[in-house]
């Protein structure tokens, strides 16, 4: 195979050859979700509700009958364990108890009435508690905060820029969809209907990379670095030693607001990355999961910051701010927010999670060893990876290098039939406090025989 075409260190062919097979038996094991994706083709587009719906390694998507704890159901009947869930959305597992419980309660006293509720009062508490001394504001979704956080930046340091890393996501925030190309900031390529010129608006630089933060602070136009402290929305890259502080001392130095975005990193422990790692935002963000799988986010300032945007506030012309949606704060996020904090992302769920995360790690990089794949594993407390290239990786560029779409597709598909579901954009697998050892166990052979396959002599 000396001429052969490589990805991940496997032939091509027998990448889609393995593809095919297990396309094949998707379709004869899910006939009531093909049936039923044919029955809705025309009445959304494309097929789907919503686009990504489209992204996942199957044939056609499984239709969904139900959830619950780690596990998903088909309307074929054919159950999975997820570790997916929900792309983190369902981190702390499917309708954990006590946010069922708050929902069903809740709902009996209305939905939405744009006034505060005792949950909301309570659930700031909590907040505090758990993630820090921050001033809090609440969104519908990650994205909603990250761009109110973005013109909170803006507002109180007069500047226009924000500094990201190159293959970096926060959400669909505009204004920082760039990516660096020969060393050179560009709106990212396959954005629909982009009008406005993105460079005016964002900078981007390589993770991990201090020299070239401090160059583009040095221009004096960045109001703040947005940034998670691990990077996860391409395959995962892990700070250096230091770059983290590195990043704290860099935005004091030059009068740039420091933004933390931890939708993702929350699987690394309790209060998160930046708990975890004593790491001190000038902003923080979570969203996705911090409400049990309820559409809500949170942001929140610390006390300075909170005050000179206060003065901002008090001296702007009275109209529309360009924050907040009608349905933002409403009573049942803070019901779900309020149940989950207290009650389900604790830290006996953390210890359990990361019990069984280090056990999927090393159970998946002892299958990598084995077959002497020229892969790795990453983890970040409960958050598991498996890229399929040699690491470790290093910055934004390294890790979209490192992507093996036709690889991912057929590993992704091949575990959906040996009953495990992982996230369909990476490799990515999440363990939550209610995901068994068995599951666990599970998902490593279902693994260790995808890689049997592929690495077949």
Not at 44 to 62: I, L, N, Q, R, T
Not at 228 to 237: A, I, L
Not at 403 to 413: F, N, S, T, V, Y
Not at 421 to 445: E, G, K, R, W, Y
Request: a negative charge.
């Amino acid at each position: 195979m000396t001429n052969a075409t490589f990805i991940g260190g496997v032939p091509q062919t027998v990448i889609d050859r393995f593809y095919q097979t297990e396309a094949e038996a998707y379709e004869n094991r899910h006939p009531n979700s093909k049936s039923a994706m044919r029955d809705g083709q025309n009445a959304y587009f494309d097929g789907v509700p919503f686009h990504w719906m489209k992204d996942w390694s199957m044939p056609f998507p499984m239709v969904i009958d139900r959830a619950w704890d780690a596990s998903i159901e088909t309307c074929d009947g054919y159950i999975l364990h997820d570790f997916c869930l929900g792309d983190t959305g369902s981190f702390f597992g499917h309708s954990p108890a006590p946010v069922a419980a708050a929902i069903r309660e809740q709902a009996n006293r209305g939905l939405t009435y744009m006034l505060p509720t005792q949950d909301a009062i309570d659930a700031a508490g909590a907040l505090t508690r758990i993630f820090g001394a921050f001033q809090w504001q609440i969104a519908t979704t990650a994205t909603d905060a990250n761009r109110n956080a973005i013109r909170v930046a803006r507002a109180i340091t007069g500047r226009s820029k924000i500094l990201v890393f190159n293959g970096c996501y926060h959400g669909t925030v505009e204004d920082v969809m760039v990516e660096l190309i020969d060393g050179q900031t560009q709106a990212r390529s396959g954005l629909v209907g982009q009008l406005h010129d993105l460079t005016r608006s964002a900078v981007a630089v390589e993770f991990n990379d201090l020299a070239a933060v401090e160059t583009a602070l040095k221009s004096g136009d960045i109001a703040a670095i947005l940034t998670e402290p691990v990077m996860t929305n391409c395959c995962m890259v892990l700070p250096d030693d230091g770059f983290m502080a590195g990043l704290r001392d860099l935005a004091t130095q030059h009068g740039a607001v420091l933004i933390i975005d931890e939708t993702h990193t929350i699987s690394t422990g309790y209060g998160g990355y930046s708990r975890t790692h004593s790491l001190d935002p000038d902003i923080f963000v979570v969203g996705k999961a911090v409400a049990g799988g309820m559409p809500t986010a949170v942001w929140g300032m610390r006390n300075a910051i909170a005050q000179r945007f206060a003065q901002y506030d008090a001296n702007r012309p009275s109209g529309h701010s360009g924050m907040g949606t009608t349905l933002s704060a409403n009573p049942m996020q803070f019901a779900c927010l309020h149940a989950t904090l207290d009650h389900v992302m604790t830290p006996a769920a953390y210890e359990h999670m990361e019990r069984g995360a280090d056990t999927l790690a090393k159970g998946l990089s002892a299958v990598i060893e084995r077959h002497n794949a020229p892969w790795h594993v990453v983890r970040v407390g409960a958050r598991v990876e498996f890229i399929c290239a040699k690491g470790p990786l290093r910055t934004g560029s390294e890790a979209m290098v490192a992507h093996a779409h036709a690889l991912e597709q057929a590993i992704h598909l091949g575990l959906v039939n040996r009953g495990c579901l992982i996230a369909p954009f990476h490799n990515m697998m999440l363990v939550s406090p209610v995901t068994t050892d068995t599951q666990i166990d599970d998902l490593i052979h279902a693994f260790d025989s995808i890689v049997s396959e592929l690495f077949k002599k």
